[in-house]
């Protein structure tokens, strides 16, 4: 029997909670990719993968987009950032990264990557904004 990886219940309180107190540039972008907007695309948001809740993810893409703080900026949030980002790369789970600058400076270049993205399967398993 395969080992569960998506939403494991022991997270959903966790999901939940991040969903309702995310930061202004997750739900901006947020509002361009509910609701299949995007190309068609389904995402998933404050999805957890293993023990990691990422920001949105794209099971059809098997992509992850991460929009980054203050914190990720830091060595502590480096280093756990690398770990996730090492995990999710063995799942074959490529990783997007944006700051959050670029939501408000350029929503339309966060999009336009994103696209880009799509039907890329394995390949720049990590590309950070």
């Known amino acids: 029997m395969r080992e569960r990886i998506h939403n494991k219940p022991e997270l959903k309180h966790r999901r939940k909670e991040l969903r309702n107190n995310g ?39 098997k992509l992850v987009i991460e929009l980054d703080g203050e914190n990720h900026f830091w060595e502590e949030g480096i280093d756990h950032d690398n770990t996730r980002n090492l ?18 400076q350029d929503i339309e270049f966060v999009l336009s990557e994103i696209k880009k993205q799509f039907a890329k399967q394995n390949t720049n398993p990590i590309i950070n904004f």
């Not at 930061?23 to 695309?41: D, M, N």
């Open 87 to 104: 995990y999710l790369h063995k799942k074959e789970i490529r990783v997007l990264r944006f700051e959050n600058r670029w939501v408000f």
């Open 23 to 61: 930061t202004s540039a997750e739900a901006v972008l947020w509002g361009y990719l509910k609701q299949k907007q995007l190309e068609s695309r389904k995402f998933r948001r404050q999805h957890s993968i293993g023990k990691y809740i990422v920001d949105f993810y794209c099971p059809e893409e």
